[in-house]
């Protein structure tokens, strides 16, 4: 097995005895905030969500409906007659990377292969890559030399497990799926319920390592397929060969995996759209999208609001955790306006706030109030109304940061700092002004005035002892 792959030299081995020796990097637990992007020929369509490749090969499902009635039959017209249409005509990496740095965020991780086996990266063993086809660019290169060249770190998707059983469903009817002249794109398109051979494992371990080699990614997210027991030896030898090249490389890196596909300290667990419910002791990440309804640009998306994501990423810091943001460029490269209004609403909260978010860990206890987010994953979409008696806390050194996730009140009460606690406080101040604040402690907890604020989520800084 993986007889062609040859282990760098470095401290790891492939084993979870030795890859549960690992460290989270300091650079990942102070960066607090990603972005996310999911870019590919599934933007042409814009229907529905990005598993429209899988769905409009589902009969009489609404992608498969949308489909016949827009392009007509799939024998004649499939997934890959969308690939000349995905153009990135209007591509700027640099623009990206310019609002996503202004927007607050320390690393940047697009997709570089979802389900659907598109590669948006240069690899030189099939012609089906944003290299070769469509816009004809190395859109994982490109944008990992804009982001490098501002200052932030990069990272790269990987969803090509789940390419094992993506394209099975256009198999069942007369579609251009069963065309032997396109089996290298749309195969190997198995039943989901079956294992993936050794010919597939080991192209899906050639295409990571040629995307660590090339590319050098700080951080490596995989979705939730890869805990197919097959993966495991495959899996292991990659985290190895990773974090080897990282020990070369002489910076930490982050493999970001889903329920139970690594152990917990061998790699960092994501959460998809949803978070936990208290400090987690080992760092975890939450990743969600900006729109409600799908991950890749649609026509009709349903947007969160920017203050519903500053209120999950407050939650999600003081849990030990960090956020990364998915955003859904059009098929020509642009980003829709709309997104862009809320990431810049981001950006101008945490250019104000942010010593309370970035760099911070944990205090004793993450939150007091009465309003909580839902726990698990999937969960974050609901709306939830916070109170002035929300807070969420985190900590940097002899500093302890109270962040209220809904008030406008003048006069702000925190229990957990009533005269029983363990900690001296020793001043009170305003950001971002650092205006020092009238307090008083009680038996109950700390009596804070402050001047109306101008924002209904805000940050207090404290200096205790």
């Known amino acids: 097995m993986m007889e062609e792959f040859i282990l760098p030299a470095g401290p790891f081995e492939p084993s979870w005895e030795s890859l549960e020796k690992y460290e989270v990097p300091k650079w990942y637990l102070d960066a607090k905030f990603g972005i996310f992007i999911h870019w590919?020929?599934?933007?042409?369509?814009?229907?529905?969500?990005?598993?429209?490749?899988?769905?409009?090969y589902i009969k009489d499902s609404p992608a498969y409906n949308y489909h016949l009635q827009n392009f007509g039959p799939h024998s004649k017209f499939g997934y890959k007659d969308f690939i000349p249409l995905f153009k990135a005509e209007k591509w700027d990496p640099y623009h990206w990377v310019e609002l996503f740095k202004r927007a607050g965020a320390r690393y940047i991780v697009p997709v570089a292969e979802h389900?659907?086996?598109?590669?948006?990266?240069?690899?030189?063993?099939?012609s089906w890559s944003a290299f070769q086809r469509g816009p004809r660019r190395d859109i994982v290169g490109e944008l990992a030399k804009a982001t490098r060249e501002?200052?932030?770190?990069?990272?790269?998707?990987?969803?090509?497990?789940?390419?094992?059983?993506?394209?099975?469903?256009?198999?069942?009817f007369d579609s251009d799926v069963n065309n032997p002249e396109y089996e290298?794109?749309?195969?190997?398109?198995?039943?989901?319920?079956?294992?993936?051979?050794?010919?597939?494992?080991?192209?899906?371990l050639r295409r990571m390592l040629h995307l660590v080699d090339k590319y050098e990614p700080f951080l490596f997210w995989f979705d939730w397929w890869i805990e197919q027991p097959a993966f495991a030896p495959y899996l292991k030898f990659f985290?190895?060969?990773?974090?080897?090249?990282?020990?070369?490389?002489?910076?930490?890196?982050?493999?970001?995996?889903?329920?139970?596909?690594?152990?917990?300290?061998?790699?960092?667990?994501?959460?998809?759209?949803?978070?936990?419910?208290?400090?987690?002791?080992?760092?975890?990440?939450?990743?969600?999208s900006i729109c409600r309804k799908s991950w890749g640009y649609i026509k009709d998306h349903d947007y969160r609001s920017a203050e519903e994501i500053i209120r999950q990423l407050v939650d999600i810091v003081s849990k030990?955790?960090?956020?990364l943001l998915n955003v859904a460029?059009?098929?020509?490269?642009?980003i829709p306006e709309e997104q862009e209004s809320i990431l810049l609403k981001i950006g101008d909260w945490l250019s104000k706030y942010g010593e309370a978010i970035y760099g911070t860990r944990p205090w004793r206890i993450a939150q007091e109030g009465p309003t909580s987010f839902v726990e698990g994953s999937f969960k974050d979409g609901q709306r939830i109304e916070f109170t002035p008696q929300d807070i969420r806390f985190t900590q940097k050194g002899d500093f302890l940061y109270a962040i209220f996730l809904?008030?406008?009140?003048?006069?702000l009460f925190i229990k957990s700092l009533g005269e029983n606690g363990s900690e001296e406080v020793r001043e009170v101040k305003s950001l971002p002004d650092d205006e020092k604040l009238e307090w008083r402690r009680e038996k109950e907890g700390l009596r804070i005035k402050l001047k109306k604020p101008k924002e209904t989520i805000f940050a207090l800084k404290l200096r205790i002892k």
Request: hydrophobic share 30%; with cysteine.
């Open 40 to 56: 590919g020929p599934y933007c042409v369509p814009a229907f529905e969500n990005e598993w429209y490749p899988r769905n409009m």
């Open 115 to 126: 389900h659907d086996g598109f590669a948006m990266y240069e690899y030189p063993f099939t």
């Open 150 to 172: 501002n200052g932030l770190y990069f990272g790269v998707s990987y969803h090509r497990a789940e390419h094992w059983w993506f394209f099975h469903p256009g198999k069942l």
């Open 184 to 204: 290298d794109f749309y195969g190997p398109a198995q039943p989901e319920n079956t294992q993936p051979n050794k010919d597939f494992l080991d192209d899906w």
């Open 239 to 288: 985290a190895a060969y990773y974090y080897n090249k990282a020990h070369k490389w002489g910076e930490g890196v982050v493999i970001n995996y889903k329920n139970q596909a690594f152990p917990e300290k061998a790699a960092v667990l994501d959460i998809e759209r949803g978070q936990l419910g208290q400090i987690r002791p080992l760092f975890w990440q939450t990743d969600t």
């Open 320 to 323: 030990n955790g960090c956020l």
């Open 329 to 334: 460029p059009r098929a020509d490269g642009t």
């Open 406 to 411: 809904n008030s406008s009140e003048e006069e």
